[in-house]
């Protein structure tokens, strides 16, 4: 293995990972844990919900794009370094 090689198993490594923990952290489409913890549903809790919930699905999109687009990138430089 080249160092080359070695880097960018590690960069995938450190997307996929990276795309796991961001997607476990989302909340899922159920909006009745509020029922369940005995929290009130208050005007600030619903934004603060919404706002962490856009973050990491933005996040989410920028590392599946940079996961996609590093794929593709690896697959180029071993097509043309004749491996």
Sequence with gaps: MT?????FGVVLLLFSIAIVVIILLQEGQQQNLGAITGGADTFLSKNKARSIDSFLSRWTKVIAVGFFLMVIAINAVMYFTGK
Excluded: S, T
């Design 3 to 7: 160092g080359l090689e070695i880097f």
